[in-house]
């Protein structure tokens, strides 16, 4: 549907520009507050975008679209080497630039980016303890539980392996989604044949990878973030309240596809 305007359409009507332009709101008269903002709102950016993607591919999979799906996933994939190469630019601002106004940052910490977690959900790494930090905005929140009760891009990579042919347990296709995902051998055991005789399942071969692609990008994201936060704050907590890089660390295995990592070592 195309809106009819009433003014002639102009580069900063159509994009907002006054909108957008006009949410930098530094706390300090530091310089490098406004990079730090415009790195984090960037960030929200994409992942606005991401979720739409994924939302698509979720769909697509679901209905055993795959070709289209793998065109979501890609851009999903591009997206984050985009958010990836930022650390660049966030890493150009020192330690003391960044003490000079971290103390404006109150407790708030992208630990609460509620679009990080809904990404998180969707690919099927679900943690119903981040709901918690949305407690006063509820549309984010339900936004995060949509994502959280729904089947995420796993468990329909799952199903359509199984309609596909591969013998995945009942226990697994009717598992309760909302739950955490736990690894499961017969799991590991189908994309084993997939990836043993790629010609023969060469649509389920091309989407496993696709995912690996996703999770190798969300894990080279995790390890740019703490390697930039130990350059920025080295041992310190966060801002968050967890022990800071520490914490980071423990995220660096998280992974949304795991039977799709530990197939390879009996390839
Ligand atoms: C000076 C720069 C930064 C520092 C020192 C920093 C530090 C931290 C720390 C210590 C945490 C753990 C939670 C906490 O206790 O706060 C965290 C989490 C997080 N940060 Fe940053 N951060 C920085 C920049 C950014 C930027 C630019 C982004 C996004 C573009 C970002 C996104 C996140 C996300 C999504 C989490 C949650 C990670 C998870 O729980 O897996 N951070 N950050």
Redesign the pocket.
């Known amino acids: 549907m195309v809106v009819a305007m009433t003014e002639p359409m102009t580069y900063a009507r159509y994009l907002a520009l006054d909108d957008l332009l006009a949410c930098q709101h530094p706390r300090s008269d530091c310089d490098d507050e406004m990079l ?1 903002i415009v ?2 709102q ?2 929200e950016l994409w992942l606005k975008q991401m979720i739409r993607e994924l939302h698509l591919a979720l769909e697509q999979v679901r209905a055993d679209r795959l070709v289209p799906a793998y065109k979501a996933m890609a851009r999903v994939s591009r997206i984050q080497a985009v ?1 990836t190469l ?2 660049d630019v ?1 890493a150009t ?1 020192t330690p003391s630039d ?1 003490s000079r106004f971290r103390d404006v940052l109150g407790p708030s ?3 609460q ?1 509620d679009q ?1 977690r809904t990404v998180e959900y969707l690919l099927g790494l679900k943690d119903p303890r981040f709901l918690a930090y949305q407690d006063d905005r509820p549309e984010a929140r339900a936004a995060m539980e949509a994502a959280l009760a729904a089947p995420s891009l796993w468990d329909e990579a799952i199903a359509a392996a199984a309609r596909a042919g591969l013998p995945i347990p009942a226990e697994v296709l009717e598992r309760d989604v909302t739950q955490p995902y736990a690894p499961h051998a017969a799991v590991e055991e189908a994309f084993l044949a997939v990836y043993r005789d790629p010609e023969r399942h060469w649509d389920l071969y091309q989407l496993a990878e696709k995912l690996i692609d996703l999770d190798d990008a969300m894990a080279t994201w ?1 390890h740019k ?1 703490v390697l ?2 130990e350059r ?2 080295g041992g310190k ?9 520490a ?2 660390h423990s ?1 660096l295995s ?1 992974r949304a596809f795991p039977e799709l990592w530990s197939l390879r070592t009996s390839l």
């Not at 907590?237 to 890089?245: D, V």
């Open positions: 730090f790195i984090h960037t960030k958010m930022s650390w966030l601002m960044y910490s992208g630990f980016s990080f995790r973030h930039t936060v920025i704050i907590r966060g801002t968050g309240g967890t022990a800071g890089a914490y980071l995220t998280k």
